[in-house]
Protein backbone atom coordinates (compact mmCIF):
# COMPACT_ATOMS: atom_id res chain seq x y z
CA UNK A 1 0.00 0.00 0.00
CA UNK A 2 0.68 3.96 0.02
CA UNK A 3 3.47 5.05 2.65
CA UNK A 4 3.41 8.86 3.49
CA UNK A 5 6.76 9.40 5.72
CA UNK A 6 6.97 12.61 7.45
CA UNK A 7 9.93 14.01 9.47
CA UNK A 8 10.99 14.76 12.07
CA UNK A 9 7.87 13.22 14.20
CA UNK A 10 8.70 15.67 16.91
CA UNK A 11 11.00 18.86 17.41
CA UNK A 12 11.67 21.12 19.91
CA UNK A 13 12.95 24.20 19.20
CA UNK A 14 13.98 28.23 20.62
CA UNK A 15 11.29 30.43 19.80
CA UNK A 16 12.55 32.51 16.72
CA UNK A 17 14.21 30.02 14.87
CA UNK A 18 12.87 27.89 11.88
CA UNK A 19 12.17 24.73 11.78
CA UNK A 20 11.62 22.46 8.18
CA UNK A 21 9.32 19.39 8.22
CA UNK A 22 9.66 16.35 5.60
CA UNK A 23 6.84 14.73 3.92
CA UNK A 24 7.78 11.96 1.18
CA UNK A 25 5.52 9.69 -0.43
CA UNK A 26 7.50 6.70 -0.44
CA UNK A 27 6.33 4.21 -3.09
CA UNK A 28 4.10 6.34 -5.53
CA UNK A 29 3.99 9.83 -7.11
CA UNK A 30 1.73 12.54 -5.17
CA UNK A 31 0.53 14.55 -7.62
CA UNK A 32 -0.36 16.89 -4.38
CA UNK A 33 0.31 17.02 -0.76
CA UNK A 34 -2.01 19.04 1.68
CA UNK A 35 -0.49 20.16 4.84
CA UNK A 36 -2.81 20.30 7.76
CA UNK A 37 -2.23 21.58 11.79
CA UNK A 38 -3.83 20.16 14.79
CA UNK A 39 -4.37 21.95 17.99
CA UNK A 40 -4.55 19.81 21.13
CA UNK A 41 -8.64 18.66 21.19
CA UNK A 42 -9.01 20.08 18.11
CA UNK A 43 -9.69 18.90 14.41
CA UNK A 44 -7.01 18.85 11.75
CA UNK A 45 -7.69 22.28 9.74
CA UNK A 46 -6.02 21.89 6.41
CA UNK A 47 -3.41 25.21 6.12
CA UNK A 48 -2.50 24.72 2.09
CA UNK A 49 -2.08 22.63 -0.78
CA UNK A 50 0.86 21.81 -2.67
CA UNK A 51 1.20 20.53 -6.31
CA UNK A 52 4.65 19.73 -7.33
CA UNK A 53 6.49 22.77 -9.28
CA UNK A 54 3.98 25.81 -8.73
CA UNK A 55 3.35 27.46 -5.37
CA UNK A 56 0.95 26.40 -3.06
CA UNK A 57 -1.82 27.32 -2.18
CA UNK A 58 -3.07 28.67 1.35
CA UNK A 59 -6.19 28.64 3.20
CA UNK A 60 -7.25 31.72 4.27
CA UNK A 61 -5.89 33.17 7.71
CA UNK A 62 -2.52 31.22 7.10
CA UNK A 63 0.81 33.45 6.71
CA UNK A 64 2.32 32.24 4.10
CA UNK A 65 5.59 34.24 4.56
CA UNK A 66 5.84 32.17 7.93
CA UNK A 67 4.53 29.16 6.84
CA UNK A 68 6.87 27.83 3.87
CA UNK A 69 6.09 25.53 1.31
CA UNK A 70 8.31 23.82 -1.26
CA UNK A 71 7.14 20.79 -3.35
CA UNK A 72 10.10 20.45 -5.25
CA UNK A 73 9.53 16.71 -6.68
CA UNK A 74 6.27 14.16 -6.88
CA UNK A 75 7.77 12.52 -3.69
CA UNK A 76 8.84 15.32 -1.40
CA UNK A 77 7.27 18.29 -0.29
CA UNK A 78 8.34 20.69 2.99
CA UNK A 79 6.87 22.83 5.30
CA UNK A 80 8.87 25.41 6.82
CA UNK A 81 8.16 27.33 9.79
CA UNK A 82 9.84 30.21 10.03
CA UNK A 83 10.72 32.65 13.16
CA UNK A 84 8.79 29.91 14.81
CA UNK A 85 6.83 31.02 18.37
CA UNK A 86 5.63 29.64 20.93
CA UNK A 87 1.70 29.70 19.70
CA UNK A 88 3.34 27.70 16.79
CA UNK A 89 3.42 24.58 18.38
CA UNK A 90 0.93 22.01 17.45
CA UNK A 91 0.98 18.97 15.36
CA UNK A 92 1.44 19.70 12.22
CA UNK A 93 0.50 16.39 9.79
CA UNK A 94 0.87 15.92 5.95
CA UNK A 95 -0.82 14.13 3.50
CA UNK A 96 -0.26 13.08 -0.05
CA UNK A 97 -2.86 12.06 -2.95
CA UNK A 98 -3.15 10.14 -5.90
CA UNK A 99 -5.30 8.66 -8.54
CA UNK A 100 -4.39 5.09 -7.63
CA UNK A 101 -4.68 5.49 -3.19
CA UNK A 102 -6.34 8.30 -2.55
CA UNK A 103 -5.10 10.37 0.84
CA UNK A 104 -2.20 8.59 2.67
CA UNK A 105 -1.44 10.30 5.53
CA UNK A 106 2.15 10.90 7.49
CA UNK A 107 2.61 9.94 10.65
CA UNK A 108 2.47 13.94 11.97
CA UNK A 109 5.23 16.41 13.65
CA UNK A 110 4.73 17.37 17.31
CA UNK A 111 6.24 20.82 17.31
CA UNK A 112 7.17 22.47 20.66
CA UNK A 113 8.70 25.97 20.27
CA UNK A 114 9.92 27.22 23.96
CA UNK B 1 -17.99 25.76 0.16
CA UNK B 2 -17.70 22.33 2.15
CA UNK B 3 -18.25 21.57 5.81
CA UNK B 4 -18.61 18.52 8.14
CA UNK B 5 -20.22 18.54 11.45
CA UNK B 6 -19.96 16.13 14.02
CA UNK B 7 -22.27 17.27 16.71
CA UNK B 8 -20.88 14.90 19.36
CA UNK B 9 -17.99 16.01 20.88
CA UNK B 10 -17.03 13.27 23.37
CA UNK B 11 -18.95 9.98 23.76
CA UNK B 12 -18.45 7.64 26.92
CA UNK B 13 -19.78 3.78 26.55
CA UNK B 14 -19.28 0.73 28.63
CA UNK B 15 -17.46 -2.10 26.48
CA UNK B 16 -20.05 -4.55 24.15
CA UNK B 17 -22.09 -1.52 23.96
CA UNK B 18 -22.85 -0.54 20.36
CA UNK B 19 -22.59 3.37 19.58
CA UNK B 20 -23.29 5.42 16.80
CA UNK B 21 -21.07 8.24 16.15
CA UNK B 22 -23.10 11.14 13.65
CA UNK B 23 -21.53 13.15 10.74
CA UNK B 24 -23.52 15.67 8.92
CA UNK B 25 -22.06 17.72 5.78
CA UNK B 26 -22.84 19.81 2.82
CA UNK B 27 -21.92 20.32 -0.59
CA UNK B 28 -22.79 21.93 -3.30
CA UNK B 29 -21.32 19.36 -5.75
CA UNK B 30 -22.65 16.46 -6.99
CA UNK B 31 -19.62 13.98 -7.36
CA UNK B 32 -17.87 14.04 -3.37
CA UNK B 33 -16.22 11.76 -1.45
CA UNK B 34 -17.26 10.74 2.47
CA UNK B 35 -14.73 9.17 4.67
CA UNK B 36 -13.97 8.18 8.34
CA UNK B 37 -10.68 8.36 9.81
CA UNK B 38 -10.02 7.00 13.56
CA UNK B 39 -6.98 9.19 15.14
CA UNK B 40 -5.59 6.76 18.44
CA UNK B 41 -3.23 9.13 21.20
CA UNK B 42 -0.03 8.79 18.94
CA UNK B 43 -1.64 11.13 16.66
CA UNK B 44 -1.54 9.00 13.30
CA UNK B 45 -4.69 8.41 11.35
CA UNK B 46 -6.18 5.48 10.67
CA UNK B 47 -8.44 4.98 7.51
CA UNK B 48 -11.35 3.41 8.08
CA UNK B 49 -13.78 3.61 4.84
CA UNK B 50 -14.34 5.90 1.69
CA UNK B 51 -17.39 6.06 0.16
CA UNK B 52 -18.63 8.43 -3.36
CA UNK B 53 -21.57 10.37 -3.22
CA UNK B 54 -23.18 7.98 -6.25
CA UNK B 55 -23.18 4.64 -3.73
CA UNK B 56 -25.34 4.98 -1.10
CA UNK B 57 -25.08 1.03 0.00
CA UNK B 58 -24.36 0.64 3.21
CA UNK B 59 -21.24 -1.23 4.50
CA UNK B 60 -20.01 -3.40 7.22
CA UNK B 61 -17.12 -4.33 8.16
CA UNK B 62 -16.28 -6.63 11.60
CA UNK B 63 -18.19 -4.55 13.90
CA UNK B 64 -17.99 -1.74 11.89
CA UNK B 65 -20.85 -0.19 9.98
CA UNK B 66 -22.00 2.92 8.20
CA UNK B 67 -25.11 4.40 7.11
CA UNK B 68 -24.68 6.93 4.43
CA UNK B 69 -28.23 9.27 3.34
CA UNK B 70 -27.97 11.53 0.84
CA UNK B 71 -31.41 12.64 2.02
CA UNK B 72 -30.21 13.94 5.00
CA UNK B 73 -26.76 14.39 4.30
CA UNK B 74 -25.63 12.19 6.47
CA UNK B 75 -22.69 9.33 7.02
CA UNK B 76 -23.08 7.50 10.10
CA UNK B 77 -20.61 5.52 11.61
CA UNK B 78 -21.79 2.74 14.29
CA UNK B 79 -18.87 0.38 16.07
CA UNK B 80 -21.27 -2.95 17.34
CA UNK B 81 -19.98 -4.19 20.78
CA UNK B 82 -17.32 -1.77 21.72
CA UNK B 83 -14.08 -2.39 23.41
CA UNK B 84 -11.83 -0.68 24.79
CA UNK B 85 -9.10 -0.59 21.83
CA UNK B 86 -12.16 1.68 20.27
CA UNK B 87 -11.01 4.75 22.32
CA UNK B 88 -9.72 7.34 19.95
CA UNK B 89 -11.10 10.04 18.06
CA UNK B 90 -12.59 9.47 15.08
CA UNK B 91 -12.99 12.04 12.60
CA UNK B 92 -15.51 12.27 9.49
CA UNK B 93 -14.21 14.37 6.36
CA UNK B 94 -15.10 15.29 3.31
CA UNK B 95 -13.95 15.97 -0.46
CA UNK B 96 -15.50 17.59 -3.29
CA UNK B 97 -14.15 15.72 -6.72
CA UNK B 98 -13.41 19.25 -8.37
CA UNK B 99 -10.90 20.33 -5.77
CA UNK B 100 -9.53 17.00 -3.89
CA UNK B 101 -9.02 19.16 -0.79
CA UNK B 102 -9.90 16.88 2.21
CA UNK B 103 -11.97 18.98 5.28
CA UNK B 104 -12.87 17.09 8.23
CA UNK B 105 -15.00 17.62 11.04
CA UNK B 106 -14.38 18.85 14.47
CA UNK B 107 -14.20 15.08 15.22
CA UNK B 108 -15.93 12.72 18.14
CA UNK B 109 -13.71 11.73 21.65
CA UNK B 110 -14.95 7.85 22.16
CA UNK B 111 -14.24 6.60 25.38
CA UNK B 112 -14.62 2.97 26.35
CA UNK B 113 -14.50 1.82 29.71
CA UNK B 114 -13.96 -1.70 30.65
Redesign the interface.
Known amino acids: GAVVSQHPSWVICKSGTSVKIECRSLDFQAT?M?W?RQFP??????MA?SNEGSKATYEQGVEKDKFLINHASLTLSTLTVTSAHPEDSS?Y?C?A?DFLY??T?G??T?LTVV | AQKVTQAQTEISVVEKEDVTLDCVYETRDTTYYLFWYKQPPSGELVFLIRRNSFDEQNEISGRYSWNFQKSTSSFNFTITASQVVDSAVYFCALSEANTDKLIFGTGTRLQVFP
Open positions: TFYKQSLMLTFISTGYFSGR
